[in-house]
């Protein structure tokens, strides 16, 4: 591993947890399988729409209402009120790792999601907002991962040279689009394997250390 001046963090999948019960529940409420809901709600356009900003959030959940009912004869202002309240819930683990990264004071933390134009009111929602030094949105830059000049972009508006960044996802392709961009990149497994490898890296002050 290089030297690293900016650790960035994924969000979906590491610290935060759709609860994926909801999503079953809210398809059969309205006469839906979830693999039906599933496909409207991220089909690959619509969900590029939604990542990128071309759709603001609530133009997503528009859609798949109106998409639910025309395919299937549900309520769409049903299917839109319940895709918008879905929860979810945060890993205080892997966020007390990101805290002691950030308290070591040794890089720069930073959060990087493939997230709708919901994401800071998401994060201010569960009092996360102020856990990071920078928060990089695709739907506000118009560039989502694997895309390289996604991760070349966030390099440059962080001011750190891109082969000094580690990049943390859970998804794979990510972490290759990272890489292929210059980033140093690593897979999200578990926490004790994310304490391991910022350990590695010596980025955790002792107090992070379980």
């Known amino acids: 591993m290089g030297e690293i001046e900016a ?36 089909e690959p356009e619509l969900l590029a729409a939604g990542m990128t900003g071309r759709l603001a ?46 308290a070591a004071g040794r890089v720069k933390v930073a959060l990087f999601s493939n997230a709708s134009t919901r994401l800071e009111a998401d994060l201010e929602a569960c009092g996360i907002d102020g856990e990071f030094d920078m928060v990089f949105n695709s739907a506000r830059l118009g560039l989502a991962k694997p895309d390289t000049e996604a991760f070349r972009t966030v390099a440059m508006l962080l001011g750190v040279p ?9 998804t794979r392709p990510n972490v290759e689009g990272a890489r292929d961009a210059g980033m140093q990149a690593a897979p999200f497994l578990d926490v004790d394997d994310l304490r391991g490898l910022l350990e590695k890296a010596g980025l955790l002050g002792e107090s992070s250390a379980p």
């Open 7 to 42: 650790l960035i963090v994924d969000l979906d999948g590491v610290i935060r947890h759709w609860h994926d019960d909801e999503l079953t529940a809210l398809a059969e409420s309205v006469g839906l399988s979830r693999d039906d809901l599933g496909e409207i709600a991220f």
């Open 162 to 170: 891109i082969e000094r960044c580690l990049f943390i996802d859970d």
């Open 57 to 102: 959030f609530e133009d997503w959940a528009d859609e798949i209402g109106r998409r639910a009912g025309v395919l299937h004869g549900c309520d769409p202002a049903a299917v839109t009120a319940g895709f918008a309240a879905l929860g979810w819930s945060i890993d205080q683990e892997v966020l007390d790792l990101v805290r002691g990264v950030r």
